[in-house]
């Protein structure tokens, strides 16, 4: 005998079971699919990605001190994260070719800009429309500090600062001075010695301290604010001479060579040197890697012989270091800059 209302019940609570079963499986789907899609988000941003290369931009020529100090990183970083390291060089305009190729890139660490001071310290006071923002690279490292050397050719009719102004003065308008980038720390030392020392010069433009120090070493420009590397190498050749270290002392390489505060003329030397961006907006573990990975590199016995022959003092800075470094010098160079007048747009 059935009892009325028993039916109802019954289905309603098959109804409710078959409900509440059906819910728990979406759930878990949910839940299934949460995780999978947290496990492939994780995926996508670990670092490095298996056999995508690394590229670091060098925004000058082949053979310059920038581009033959990341080539000498290269072997060790790869072997220490695990994936390919390649050096791709993008001169010109500046560094704003490299900048721009970097700050375009995806910020998953596989691309970094080794470049001067003249990317973020320097172009943002010499360009009133720089089409690229400094402020957004990422700073990785400081990796070391550097300074240029005044070179000349060797038959040259003068062995120091003070002969080479006096000959300049006797000859306005003639003499030629190269520098490794428009805009760079040697173009605006060459600008900065022209307005102290009252002179009147040329200025030529080269892709990379390599080109410079090629063309002063055949005679095709009279003097040329170098990078150390080249300085050195173009003087050992004997095609060039070493006229000023432009740096607070001097150098055990060429120890009879004074500094420029020696020869007269101390406010052509502000601090600067070589250091590793990444695009904006780059994950802080990512760039915290990348930070280790150099700094390991930068310990390396031959990495740190080319560096210190060459006058460089690796220093290896914490991205956050090197934020506030980039600051201090900012304000050192807008400074300069502004006092020597110099616009290149």
Request: hydrophobic share 45%; proline share 9%.
């Amino acid at each position: 005998m059935m009892v009325p209302g028993a039916g109802a019940s019954q289905r309603r609570e098959a109804m409710t079971g078959r409900l509440a079963a059906r819910i728990g499986a979406l759930a878990f789907g949910a839940l299934t699919l949460g995780t999978h899609a947290g496990a492939a988000i994780a995926q996508a941003q670990a670092f490095p990605v298996p056999d995508k290369p690394i590229r670091i931009v060098v925004p000058f020529a082949a053979g310059g001190q920038t581009d033959i100090q990341a080539r000498a990183l290269v072997p060790h970083l790869s072997a220490d994260l695990g994936v390919p390291v390649i050096v791709e060089n993008k001169p010109g305009a500046a560094t704003i070719i490299g900048a721009q190729e970097v700050i375009k890139s995806p910020p998953d660490g596989h691309t970094m800009l080794y470049t001067i001071s003249v990317t973020v310290s320097q172009n943002p006071f010499l360009f009133d429309k720089l089409p690229y923002d400094p402020k957004a690279l990422t700073p990785i490292m400081f990796a070391s500090r550097s300074a240029t050397v005044l070179i000349a050719p060797a038959s040259a009719p003068y062995d120091t600062v003070k002969e080479l102004v006096d000959h300049a003065k006797a000859n306005p308008g003639k003499l030629t001075y190269g520098s490794f980038a428009l805009g760079s720390t040697s173009h605006l030392q060459g600008e900065m010695l022209e307005r102290s020392a009252g002179i009147d010069a040329i200025h030529v433009p080269y892709k990379g301290s390599g080109p410079a120090s090629l063309a002063l070493m055949s005679g095709e420009i009279d003097f040329l604010f170098d990078g150390p590397t080249t300085a050195f190498a173009a003087v050992q050749t004997g095609k060039a001479k070493a006229l000023a270290v432009i740096d607070a002392k001097r150098y055990p390489q060429i120890p009879d060579v004074p500094t420029i505060a020696e020869a007269g003329y101390p406010d052509l030397y502000i601090a600067g040197g070589m250091q590793f961006f990444g695009p904006p907006a780059m994950p802080p573990d990512v760039v915290d890697k990348l930070n280790a990975a150099l700094a390991r590199a930068l310990k390396q016995p031959e990495v740190v012989k080319l560096y210190t022959d060459n006058a460089n003092e690796i220093i290896a800075t914490s991205p956050q270091e090197h934020a506030r470094a980039v600051e201090q010098m900012n304000a050192k160079w807008g400074e300069a800059i502004r006092a020597a007048g110099v616009k290149l747009d």
